[in-house]
């Protein structure tokens, strides 16, 4: 599986590793996956905007198990807004696209005791260099003076949704004040997405605002307890 051949779902989902340490940097990669499939749907024209939620186009499929699963998960279940989609269940999607990763190569799966008593898995990155390459070919969209209008729109989609998602791998703190303008621009070339990749946005970042009050919280609390 080239890079090329990645999802964008894939490609954020790597993106969330650290290539120097080989293991996960973010706690809400689920939310960046599933929200990186629903716009990969709408790009690829298997997903419309029906009174403001996914619908899957009729016999719609793309060959790829993680991103058909997501059209038959929505297709099944009863209308719900693109906001509630990107959390609702997000797991199954990044857990399709880890398995995927595995078989690939880009991952390697160990088994390990949690506590020293349950059995559980964890992932790391076997194959660094793609990654590497790949977090190098986003980073230089982003900082790059190619227009906008000239980038793709998967490319401007790995941006946008990097930035939104806090993915400190690819798009720095730093980045994110001082490249906002192109930022945006690179959200507008989203391929179609306008209104709908706006609402998937504001989804992410209101579930990592509520992660980070979560963390503060039981911080705080665990530094009362003490």
Known sequence: MPNGSLSLAASLYLLSYDPETGRPTAAHTALLVRAAALTELVQRGMLTDADGCPCPVADAATGDRALDGLLELIGESRPRSWQIWVGHQPRLTEHAVRDQMVAAGYLRAKGKRMLGLFPAREYTLE???????????????????????????????LVTLAAAGELRTVVTATDAKVRKRRILALGERCGGMGPVLEKVIAQVRTALAAAVATAMLAATTAVTAT
Do not use: F, I, T, Y
């Not at 070919?137 to 989609?157: F, T």
């Open 127 to 157: 194959r660094p260099e793609p990654v590497v390459g790949m977090r190098d070919d986003v980073v230089r969209v982003l900082h790059g003076e190619q227009p906008a209008a000239e980038v793709s729109e998967r490319d401007a989609a």
